[in-house]
């Protein structure tokens, strides 16, 4: 694990804070919010994923549950999704304690599988819970533009919102990279029985992980439900969003700190482009070639893009002086 | 009357669960590789059913036989291109390639033939034959009959021949497998393609009773998870029997709780079988985590 040079971060924080003023079509400024939002979302997984080695395709289950609680707070009782936020982040880590408790001593794709079906199980408590969660056809949220309600007119300021919950994954991932617990959880994903028997504290330090990433998870799935203003059981909790964010994790560069933005910054325009591209008559078309490309990176260039990238970069040096 | 009625009917859809459910648990038992497709796979053979019914007019029972050699072909077509690839390596290349695969199969059948929910007109799909009182659906009964005469042959196969040995043998040590001249790399393409063929299989069984449609693989793949998990890990006996529990729960929990809660009764089986006998009813202790196990 090489960790990113602050040089090089500071260069992509201004980057990225630059990136919004750079356009104001709604379409172009829709990509940057959603590359934002699933970065962070991805940024979260991969504290579980990549640095734990923890292969969750559940996430949908902490995303849903930062949605539904903050909108369930806002339209029930008008309570502010700031506030909601945090609500939800609590419910999801709690969440995440108690089905990790029960399920993460599973080990690889056993773990896995549990995650899914706990997807599944939130997923059919939302949709018949009618009194609660509104059925199947989900939550509308008001459109009233306030910072309160976290709605904004322009989405140039929820590009900008989305940036702040950004930083603060990666802030987060980044004192973890830093710091002991970040070694332990290294330790663990490399060699389990290992780094049990040196003292790591494992069961702890897994369940630590588990309950930050749903938490964070959380956050990003009210500001999705703010952004988007509906959200519904058949799409909040589907397994689709939980692969795509190990997809992005895994594009990028899984346990490494910036990897999961820029899996986000390639599958987010791909997909948008697709969408238009290949438009409504063929729907599912970019979702097949999600899937090649997920055979393709786990098979071809497992340790993602970034790390292929310098792979061949290194193999094959640019020359510094043209050959005379 | 309704009590037996419900049981009966329980214990046949158990047969099916079963069904699928073997092909999951022989591929694992041996190749270690949880096949995250499997679900989607049962989906494919659900389409040749069905489009075997509307195009050609063949009943599905003409089809379970007709089918098996496209099954055949598109389970080695996997192992060779992705499965062979990921044998003995890392939880993401593992997990993934699958999970790819399964992504890739939904929504290359949302892509031709859409999301419609679709069903076999045909006049048995609601068929039941009466005894005494008692009513019994025959596409499960025949679903129910084939998963026990499937599972017999495989189970013969295991323990009665030199090639079911082979796959037992790899079962317990690629190595010495190896070393004893059983090549490896042609039992791991043949479990795989007679695991793909099980699901296939199951899959046109099932089409007659069940809406077809491209997502329709991820409950039955759940369903099928949480049976080898039951049952033990690549243990036969464990999927037949993980199945005839799982069948029984289903119709007996959807009559009394009703149908909407019934998968969240699965995963809470699933969280007990983990918590009390993580090794599942016939697996090996330890399984679970390491993934060892025999098979048959």
Redesign the interface.
Known sequence: MTSTRPAVLLVVVLGLMALPLTTSNDYYLDIIVQIFLWGAAATAWNLLGGYAGQFSLGHAAFFGIGAYTSSLLLTGARVSPWLGMLAGALLAALFALVIGYLSIRLRGPFFTLSTIALTEVLQILAIHWRGLTGGSEGVSLPNAASVWTMTFDGRRTYAYVGLGFLLLAVLVSWLIERSRWGYYLVAIREEEDAARSIGVPVLGVKLGAAALSACLTAVVGTFYAQYVLWIEPAHTFSIDISIQLALMVIIGGLGTLLGPLIGASLIIPLNMFLRAWLGAAVSGLYLVIYGLVLVLVVLYARAGIVAEVQRVMRRHPVPRQSPA | MIFVELVLAGLMLGGVYALISIGLTLIFGVLRV?N?AHGEMLMLGMFAAYWASTLGGLPPYVTAVAALPLFALFGWLVYRL?VR??LGM????????T??????????A??LWT?DFRTIRSGYADAVLRVGGIQVSVPLLVAFAVAIGVSGLLFLFLNRTLEGRAVRAVAQDPISALALAIDTDRVYMRTFVLGVCCVGLAGVLLAPSYPIF?AIG??FG?VS??VV?LGGLGSMAGALLGGFVIGLIEVLSGYFLGT??K??I??LI??LV??VR?QGLFGQRGA????FGKIA
């Not at chain 2, 999970?99 to 199969?105: K, N, P, R, S």
């Not at chain 2, 679970?288 to 993934?291: L, N, P």
């Open positions: 949880v995250f992705i690839r990921t890392g939880d993401v290349v593992q997990i993934f390639a999970v790819g695969v399964g992504v890739v199969l939904q929504n290359a949302l892509v999301g491209p991820l409950s759940l998870y949480v998990v909407a809660l998968q969240a699965y995963f699933f969280v983990l918590l993580p679970e985590t390491m993934g």
